[in-house]
């Protein structure tokens, strides 16, 4: 029977790596023949110095071409996938073979590694734009953004400093017009805020969409629909937590933005941004759900955005029904975004301690 070494595997959208145990390897010989590789080589492995040898097929096509790199410890391989993609697992068959394990060292899962690729990106894109700061040039785009963030870091400092203000001035007494004092500038920022929409839909910013789509669109719905189109709900002392909530997200985010603008980093700062939408961001999304169940009685009773039936029905579909189905939209939301913000936060402190 012959020996087989420990082999060890990761994979990236491009790439599959291999790393075989095997000490002081000779005589190595490693090819591909269809999807099929081949190794063999003389060393110390797990049944100490003799000839070891093992054989994969692969979960996809792969290239001909196969690189290997012998070092005093191991040897480590890289084979090219033939079509860009993510592997379930890296052999045909479901069962791996016995000699094969995960290589946690290198091992990521597939966001994780799409992560990795927008890292990389980004890290050209910072040797680009330091280029050009040593140039003296500043990119249309750079201005663009370093402008949008600093309007909308000023609205949410104005409400959010003018509302923590009033609280300390009037009291309770805030809480009851924070909608006729504060809504002018919440409209205008959270009109304003499309534009991150459209910034990642077209890679003016290399962020996903959905996840931006989902809080603009979901705040804009409290702001417009819930608060904007019924009046019972402006003097609802919820319209103060869900604005002060927000904004106190906002005064963080905008200005590590600015920053990144011209890749410039307070670690405070980013601390902060990376740390504070923890407690706020689920008791922003519980304050926008107790704005729309305070408001299911008042759509019921107005009949505001009701669908009419035909005369045979003799009735109408009111819009509560909808919004009991947001509600649980509202939730799904939040655990999208809580993910996708997590993983954001995780990936920036990963890339700080690597750094150090």
Not at 243 to 266: D, K, Q, V
Request: charged residues 20%; aromatic residues 16%.
């Amino acid at each position: 029977m012959p020996l087989t070494p420990l082999v060890y595997w990761a994979q990236r959208h491009e790439d599959v790596y291999l790393r075989v145990e095997l000490t002081d390897a000779q005589n190595i010989d490693v090819h591909v023949n269809e999807k099929v590789l081949h190794f063999t080589a003389q060393g110390h492995g797990a049944k100490g110095q003799n000839e070891y040898e093992f054989s994969l097929e692969f979960h996809s096509p792969v290239k001909p071409e196969v690189s290997y790199k012998s070092t005093q410890r191991q040897v480590n391989i890289t084979v090219r996938k033939e079509q860009r993609g993510w592997w379930e697992r890296l052999t045909a068959q479901e069962r791996k073979p016995v000699f094969l394990s995960p290589d946690f060292d290198r091992w990521l899962d597939e966001s994780d590694a799409e992560m990795e690729i927008r890292e990389k990106e980004e890290k050209r894109n910072r040797l680009k734009a330091s280029r050009h700061k040593e140039e003296g040039f500043v990119s249309l785009t750079t201005g663009f953004l370093f402008m949008y963030n600093l309007v909308q870091f000023l609205g949410f400092s104005w409400i959010f400093f003018n509302m923590t203000v009033r609280l300390f001035i009037f009291g309770a007494d805030s809480l009851y017009d924070t909608f006729h004092t504060i809504s002018d500038v919440m409209f205008f920022c959270q009109i304003l805020a499309a534009v991150e929409v459209l910034n990642a839909a077209f890679g003016v910013v290399r962020t996903a969409v959905f996840p931006t789509l989902i809080q603009v669109v979901g705040r804009n719905f409290i702001l417009f629909i819930i608060f904007g189109s019924l009046e019972e709900m402006h003097n609802k002392p919820v319209v103060f937590f869900v604005f002060y909530l927000w904004s106190a997200i906002e005064i963080f985010r905008y200005p590590f933005y600015m920053l990144g603008c011209f890749n410039t980093e307070w670690k405070t700062l980013t601390w902060l941004r990376y740390t504070v939408w923890i407690p706020l961001y689920p008791l922003g999304v519980l304050a926008e759900a107790v704005a729309v169940i305070q408001s299911i009685s008042l759509f019921d009773e107005t009949k505001l955005f009701s669908i009419p039936l035909p005369k045979a029905f003799g009735t109408s579909v009111s819009f509560s029904y909808f919004l009991h189905i947001y509600l649980v939209l509202m939730f799904l939301g939040l655990v999208i975004n809580f993910r996708h913000l997590y993983k954001q936060r995780k990936k920036r402190f990963r890339m700080k301690r690597k750094s150090n």
